[in-house]
Every structure is written in structure tokens, then in C-alpha cells.
């Protein structure tokens, strides 16, 4: 009895002397996701949006990924994360404006079959209006999963990068359709209680939920493991 009294003493003092460590972790992570935020806006404006989507996704990643790094976050020292960004920022926007700018044209020429097919009527663009929604959906899933590629693979060509970016979606679909449905139903109830969280932390926060999703998959981590075992019973 007095052993577990003991124990539970411990435990508490344990909880007591990390709660200041925990309370500045997630303080420290709130203040990297508004920063990320606040960094992605300035990127797709700086491009011009339609230029600047692309280069925004793939800064934010390299940035997520330089702040996952051990050696960054075990230093002691503060992550210069607004001198990181600017040093990332101005060659992304040299190298990627183009490539954006084509994912752009397409995403709007998608945007407007969407808009024009659901004006009409009849089975048949009832149908192309739903295909339509979904190639956009998949076109939008490919560029993000392209710009994570390019920034957890530096040294990969962008043709490669893009291959493998397009056909994640269509080999982990299942995968990715629960990612986007929980990110999609979590940040719909987040804003449906506390809209300024999506405001200030819905870009970085989707971005991050998502690099984590792609991480996992690399990992092996994927739903048809866990039908590898089964056997069927004849």
C-alpha cells in the first residue's frame, strides 16, 4: 500500500516538473504553425498566386522538414525560421514559377468545367460534373504531394518527383481518402467551433497534417497490410 502511495507521489512530481516543459512545447509548436501560416500567405502572394502556389507548398514543407530535423531542434538554439524561409522562398519562386503556373492553368480549366457543367442538365453532365470534381480533387492531392516530393528529395529530378507524386493517390487511394476526410471533418469542426484557429493555422496545420500522412505511407504503413494475413477459409 504505502509502495503504490510512493509511486503515485512520483508520478505526480514527475507530471508536475514536465508541465512547464509541455506547456512550452505546444506553445512553441502553436508559434511555428502561425508563423508557417503567416509565411505560406506571403509566398502565394509574392508569386501572384497563381505562380506562387506551388513555390509556397514546397518552402513550407522544406521549412517543416528543417524543424523535424534532430540536429535543428536538439540544439539549444532558435530556429532562424524567417531567414530560412526568405533563402528558400526566392530560389523556389525562380525555379517553380513556371511549373506552377501550368498546375494553376489547369486546376482553373478544371474550376470552370465544374462551374459551367453544374448549370446544365441531363445524366450525362451529371456524371462529367461529378468526374469533374473529382479530377480536381486529385489534380489539387498531386501538386501538394509533388511539392512535399520535391522538398523531402532534393536530389531526385522533378520529372521523377512528379511521376511518383501522380501515382500515389492512384495506388494509396483508399489511404488518402481517409487523410483527406479526417483533415477535411477536422477542420470543419474546428471551424464550426473556433473559426479563428482555421484562420491563423488552417493552411500550415492541413500542410503538416499531411507531410505526416506521406511520412507514414513511406513507411510501410499502409491498409493493405493489414489484409496480408488473411486466408481464405474454403
Known sequence: MFKSISKQMNRRQTYTKNFPAIINKIGVSIYILVC?????????MAGGIIFGILPANKTIYQVQ??????????????FP????WWSRI???????????????LVQLILTASWIWLSQTQGIITIGL????????????????TFAYFMAAYPNISKSEL????FCYPLVFLLEYIICMTI?????????????????F????????AFGVFLEIIQSGYVLKKLFSNWRRIE
Open 81 to 84: 525560421i524567417f531567414q530560412f
Open 183 to 199: 483533415i477535411t471533418v477536422s477542420m470543419t469542426l474546428v471551424w464550426n467551433t473556433i473559426p479563428g484557429l482555421v484562420v
Open 65 to 78: 522538414k528543417e524543424l523535424s530535423d534532430s540536429k535543428t531542434t536538439n540544439s539549444g538554439e532558435r
Open 129 to 144: 460534373f461529378y468526374l469533374s470534381i473529382f479530377l480536381w480533387l486529385i489534380w489539387a492531392i498531386v501538386s501538394i
Open 36 to 44: 508557417t501560416h503567416f509565411l505560406w500567405t506571403v509566398s502565394v
Open 162 to 165: 512528379f511521376k511518383n507524386a
Open 90 to 104: 526566392k530560389i523556389n519562386l525562380k525555379e517553380l514559377w513556371f511549373v506552377s503556373w501550368m498546375i494553376s
Open 201 to 208: 493555422l488552417g493552411i500550415s496545420a492541413s500542410l503538416l
